[in-house]
């Protein structure tokens, strides 16, 4: 009983196909069977409308009068990569301009471009006997262009992890503004509409499928970049033709304090070839699985707060260590939606056919993490290791002995072991300047800023600029004090050389 | 309803909303405050009916009184209802519909900015101009 594609697509030119988004499917699959819904139902959209940050575009200006081999070149100030040919350039969606800064990039020339505003194009060269022009400055419309063909290296990721915020401080991240203590949580993706989770092993999803992209008809290249169907990260590279598209369905962002990207609306269209499809499309919110990560650790390995899935995140709030924490989507579920309904909408009107998948995504196939050749040290590998504490209801003279007996300027401060406040010279001098022999409580600083010892030190040097502080006790998970880093040891990292 | 008041830089030391506050006998609540040397800028919260008595009071002495009834604006052409600005907001502005459109209750702005930050597309501003 099994369809083909091509089945499917004389279904659509006789417009007697059955298509429904996968927001219906569920419904369909929960109401009547995976078996009896595969009998009912040829083709399910999806659609998702988010950040898709590796995006860009292939341009080819034609040649000028006098001609030229461009080898830089800038559009409204941003960079378009130019390696490439003599008048062929690629603008990337996060490259950011010259003069504005984040808040003009590259996804904003192309948004120019689809709502028909003029670039300004200033591009230069060497000069060869062959391209004898050295400099030139025009002004171009996306009708201008030979071509303008967006090919993505990476778009419409399976997961995403949703971002959250430990230390004391806001961050700006690519997931927003997080505000300090686990104050906010947000999360990317559209969930039960998600295309890769509709597919989860990439049956029908692979080098040839056809796609809605930003409004125009697209395809599937082929296995995206940091494509990870191992740990269920799959991704894809996408193409379409920019002069198709329109800005309801692709729109320039600035993130504050991060940089730009291009919210980009793609749908896929999932042939219901078989029971075992009709299952796959029948997911839902609640069994799709985000990991909740602490974006403040600056590594690469962030670790997790706690697992969650969309049904809870899109529910508005999350409970965080026991408090219940606002939920914020960066992607649009209402503009989401409309990329499923307008897929449906084309394929039930005859316009959209299915493109068969001639390559499958590689199986099992992981990330590596980058080589490195000069490697950054870390915390631990510096730290001074003698953990000297006081408890915070001993007297300042008695944290005065042991500065002095231990040659050190600053002691963490513990109350029923655990870190309470940090005591320096500088605060004994000013309790006793004062008239002050109170406890260490009564002087020390109370808010303290920690570092792990898997942190980079540049990261960590970054924090006591910021912080304006001279030392940072070095906490483990367990909020244990395992060490101390002060300004000398970061600086003795030059005196004897680099770390190896 | 908020209220944005205004002092000249001469009249920054002047104790006027304690003045205006005894004088009326008003409650006021404020939101925020913004004040150096060269002038300053208090937006209050007051309960409709006090509006033209806290007014007059603050004209007499020289301070200028503006009704905020924008308080936060949202470019609707640049807005694409991700819904990024709701978990950032302290006092619940932003919420979804039952179609996951964005939702906004104006008055329960406290002009903080923090969405304004937090939009990817640039959609939301509290510079105080009517909303377009």
Redesign the interface.
Known sequence: MAKTIAEINEKIASGNVCVVTAEEMSDIVDNIGAEKAAKEVDVVTTGT???MCSSGVFLNFGHSEIPIKITKMFMNDVEAYSGIAAVDSYLGATQVSEKLGI?YGGAHVIEDLICGKEVEVVAQSYGTDCYPRKELTTTITLDDLNQAIMVNPRNVYQRYDAATNGSKKII?TYM??L?PDFK???YSGAGILSPLSNDPTYRTIGAGTKIFMGGAEGTVVGEGTQCSTASGYGTLMTTANLKEMTKEYV??????GYGT?L?LGIGIPIPILDAEMAQATAVRDKDIEVSIKDYSIGKRDRPVVRNANYEELRS?SISLNGKD???????????S?DVAEELKRRIVAGTFLLGANTTTLPPKQSTKPMKETNKTPVVRDVMGEKVITVDESAGIIEAAGLMKQNERNHVSVLSNGKLVGIITSWDISKAVADGNTDTVNACMTKNVITCSPDETIDVVAKRLTEFKISAIPVIDSNQNVIGMLTSEHISKLFTRGKHE | MKLKISFPEERVKSPILSEVIIKTGILVSIVSSHVDSKGGEIIIEVIDKSYEAIKDEFESRGVAVQLLDTLICRDEKECVDCGACISVCPSKVFGYAEDWSLTMDTQKCIRCGLCVGMCPHQALSIDGTDCE
Not at chain 1, 325 to 335: A, D, E, P, R
């Open positions: 409308f988010g950040a808040k700006h927003g503004e505000l906010n949580v947000t729109n320039a962002a600035s993130f504050e990207s919210f508005g924490v606002t939920t914020s989507c960066m992607s649009s579920f209402k503009k939606r």
